[in-house]
């Protein structure tokens, strides 16, 4: 397979994309991508500088009043371009994603859709951006609520969904009527920077779209403390989102996160089990379990346990692990530090007596280079566990059984996250509980996991504050003016 490289879309190695144009950085520093499967170079790209944020920032702001002044629809027609430039080149972006960040091809592929189909949502709402009028007190008064633009948004993303992500941020700051500075995880900047070409080619004015390319400590934080950017919205890690939000705070600055959960997957014994089973592994190893929704945590009815597990290990045993690009189920690691970060979690899990039930081991010269680690199955007796509480972020999960729905209830709320929960029951009583009482934004009941462009995503407690995508997604990138118009 040749897979295109930024040189193909005319990006150099050094370059940035700011004020609608490809600039070199500021700084001599560059960044060397290796591809995850066998740690081959990919690309060369600048480590930006805090100059380099800087001009990003300053082409945003001199951009957004002539974007803002734009009608919604003059701004939803240039998404609609955007969009249909992803989908012409929808196979050079999915392989360049595999040859970054180590995902599956057919994965790579959902992710780029899902980045097209974000962004024509976006579009779509332009027509739906509305305010509000309401009687005044007095006689000829009426009051105005009007949703207007921030101004500059930061939008920081993750390494596990680059081209969805990136859409996520853009579509709704867009159609909005903001312009933005996006940032890309530096372990996985490929995408995005090309993304930024399509751009150019879509005729998005200079300036609207930026994107800096560097370090989360250094970059990230310097566009979260900027005086010029006036909304931050970041998909990232539990402890990199408390960074940001501490650095916003200085400013008062509107803070909207996406981070990381530990989702609870609970099967009660009215359950279609073959079903659950599916989705149970679907949702554990899609991109490998590297997904902040995925199933973490299985509560499993005690009647029905045995009979579970056995199917789930056999469909897990059945996992073939390899090369992205072929026809596999699991891929890579993003890097060394994720599989020495899984390996410390498989140890300590051993060493709280988890019992381990299933564990795959490489073969072959595949697996002598890349970062590899294979699905891993525990089972235990207690929800005190670390591997019951961490995020493992990686193709490792255990199982417990449980007595009674009250039970699973207890023991998934009983955590710091809040973002997914799964519920399988044909029991509608039971459907109805957990509306009531699973304390988590998103839940899934009888189907694997996987978001649409207008639901709404959104975590609790430490997965998050503000939510993304549909209607308020977009409303997230507004706010309120409140106009007293006597007419007397």
């Not at 490809?22 to 930006?48: Q, Y």
């Not at 199982?399 to 029951?425: K, R």
Request: glycine share 10%; charged share 25%.
């Amino acid at each position: 397979m040749t897979i295109q490289t930024m040189r193909d879309f005319g990006i150099g190695a050094g370059q940035l994309y700011i004020g609608g144009r490809w600039v070199e950085s500021a700084s001599s520093d560059r960044r060397e991508i290796h591809n995850p499967t066998d740690e081959s170079p990919v690309a060369t790209v600048a480590s930006s500088s805090i100059e380099d944020a800087d001009r990003a920032v300053a082409a945003a702001r001199k951009a957004q009043p002539a974007w803002g002044a734009a009608t919604p629809m003059e701004r939803a027609t240039l998404l609609h371009k955007l969009a249909g430039l992803i989908d012409e080149n929808a196979e050079p972006l999915a392989q360049l994603l595999t040859a970054e960040g180590g995902k599956l091809l057919s994965e790579s592929r959902i992710d780029v859709g899902f980045s097209s189909a974000l962004l024509r949502y976006a579009a779509e709402s332009a027509r739906r951006l509305q305010g509000e009028i309401l009687p005044g007190e007095g006689r000829d008064e009426q009051i105005w609520i009007q949703r207007v633009p921030y101004g500059v948004v930061a939008g920081i993303t993750a390494w596990n969904f680059p081209a969805a992500l990136f859409a996520r941020k853009v579509g709704p700051a867009l159609v909005t009527g903001n312009t933005i500075v996006v940032k890309p995880h530096e372990l996985t900047p490929l995408t995005t920077l090309v993304l930024g070409e399509l751009c150019r080619r879509a005729g998005i004015p200079d300036g609207v779209v930026n994107i800096v390319v560097g370090d989360g400590r250094t970059v990230g934080a310097h566009l979260v403390s900027h005086k010029g950017t006036d909304l931050i919205s970041m998909t990232g890690s539990v402890r990199a989102g408390g960074e940001i939000y501490a650095l916003g705070a200085e400013q008062i600055k509107p803070i909207r996160l996406e981070l990381g959960g530990k989702a609870p997957f609970i099967v009660m014994d009215d359950a279609d089990i073959d079903k659950a089973v599916e989705a149970a592994v679907t949702s554990k190893f899609f991109f490998g379990g590297s997904v902040c929704t995925c199933n973490d945590r299985m509560y499993l009815h005690r009647k029905i346990h045995d009979q579970f597990m056995d199917k789930f290990i056999a469909k897990v045993n059945a996992l073939k692990v390899g090369d992205p690009t072929t026809d596999v189920n699991v891929g890579p690691r993003i890097s060394n530090v994720e599989v020495e970060k899984l390996k410390k979690m498989v140890a300590r899990a051993l060493e709280q007596n988890a019992t381990l039930v299933s564990e795959a081991k490489p073969t072959g010269s595949t697996f002598e280079r890349g970062h590899w680690f294979f699905p891993t199955v525990f089972s235990v007796s207690s929800n005190d566990v670390d591997i019951m509480r961490e995020e493992t972020f990686g193709p490792v999960i255990a199982a417990m059984a449980v007595e009674d729905f009250d039970q699973a209830l207890a023991y998934a709320n009983d955590s710091e996250y809040g973002l997914s929960a799964y519920v399988f029951t044909r029991d509608n009583r039971k459907i109805m509980r957990s509306v009531n009482e699973l304390h988590f934004g998103e839940i899934y009941v009888n189907r694997p996991s996987g978001e649409s462009p207008h639901g709404f995503h959104t975590g609790y407690r430490k997965s998050g504050l503000g939510g993304e995508d549909g209607q308020h997604g977009i409303e997230g990138f507004m706010r309120k003016k409140t106009l007293y118009n006597n007419y007397a």
